[in-house]
């Protein structure tokens, strides 16, 4: 079969840029069960989109194709007025993510047969082309053409640390800067760091103020109206945030009377590229791989398709 390959890959060191010989991934992927995520440390590149198979909205294995797969992600997980920039530092973390569960582990531990489903709770918001039809109205051919370009000008691009597919996660605003992996959850992770934003301010997730009565309160926490205090000096920020509803986990509070404020900073999680930052970053000239930089420490963008 004349499946042998030519890669060449695009990275941030051009010398690192190697070209080798190799087997189709095509053929390497039927024939010997190898997966994509498999190839990427040994830079084997595909000819281009695989096929995946994803959990659609109906809850139904649905094969698909993975660059038309990521239009209806972006749409669902970026506002389509984001700058252009934005959008496709968007496309390149959605890509990875996705591409990290094309393995026996990640993706099939999660969903048995398939590598993501389309619930943005679990993996990764979606909109099929009629919710999209639907949600922009006029704007559809408009905002579908921005999403498309973001997708297209970014086709197989992805994220590198040391070689492997990293987690890439993201969130909408983080109100001044990014949290440690290990500041949200328990591990950390190299390449999620802290790191000053500075980006987000036009965010209207900026920063917060939500208020609870103290009864409200006492119910989403479990405890007294008067054990509130001692129960949220022992819940995680995590917790505390997941049982209320908070926008985010970096708040302090005050009680009032028969109520308990809480002044937030920004929306989501905190780990990873912030969306409302990268906006801002593109509003001032930066680069879709400069902002991935930015939020991602000491990445590589390398590309799994097969470059002319
Ligand atoms: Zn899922
Ligand atoms: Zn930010």
Redesign the pocket.
């Given at each position: 079969m004349k499946l042998l390959l030519k890669l060449k890959m695009i990275c941030q060191n051009k010398e690192a840029a190697a070209m080798l010989l190799v087997f189709g991934a095509a053929l390497l992927l039927g024939s010997l069960g190898l997966t994509l995520k498999s190839l990427i440390p040994q830079r084997i590149s595909l000819p281009s989109s695989p096929h995946i198979t994803i959990i659609n909205q109906k809850g139904e294995l649905e094969e698909t194709e993975l660059e038309s797969f990521l239009v209806g992600v972006l749409a669902a997980e970026m506002p389509a007025s984001f700058e252009l920039e934005a959008l496709k530092a968007q496309a390149i973390a959605a890509r990875t993510y996705i591409v990290n569960n094309m393995d026996g582990q990640t993706g099939s531990q999660r969903h048995k047969d398939a590598v993501v489903c389309c619930n943005f709770a679990h993996c990764q918001a979606y909109y099929s082309t009629e919710d999209l039809k639907k949600n922009w109205g006029r704007d559809f051919s408009r905002n579908y053409a921005r999403i498309q370009q973001a997708v297209q000008e970014t086709a197989g691009e992805i994220m590198l640390y040391d070689n492997e597919v990293i987690n890439a996660l993201y969130f909408s605003?983080?109100?001044g800067k990014?949290s440690n992996a290990e500041d949200y959850w328990t591990a950390s992770v190299p390449y999620l760091k802290s790191t000053v934003?500075g980006?987000?301010t036009h965010s209207p997730r900026y920063a917060n103020t939500e208020s609870f009565s103290l009864q409200q309160a006492a119910a989403a926490l479990g405890c007294s109206k008067n054990g509130i205090k001692d129960k949220l000096d022992k819940l995680s920020a995590r917790t505390i945030r997941e049982k209320l509803g908070l926008f985010s986990a970096k708040f302090s509070y005050s009680i009032n009377g028969d109520n308990i404020v809480f002044q937030s900073h920004g929306s989501g999680h905190g780990v990873g590229l912030?969306q409302?930052?990268a906006d801002g970053m593109a509003k001032a000239g930066y680069l879709a791989e400069e902002i991935l930089q930015h939020y991602y420490t000491d990445i590589e963008i390398v590309n799994i398709y097969q470059q002319e």
């Open positions: 605003t983080c109100g990014t934003c980006f987000c912030c409302y930052g």
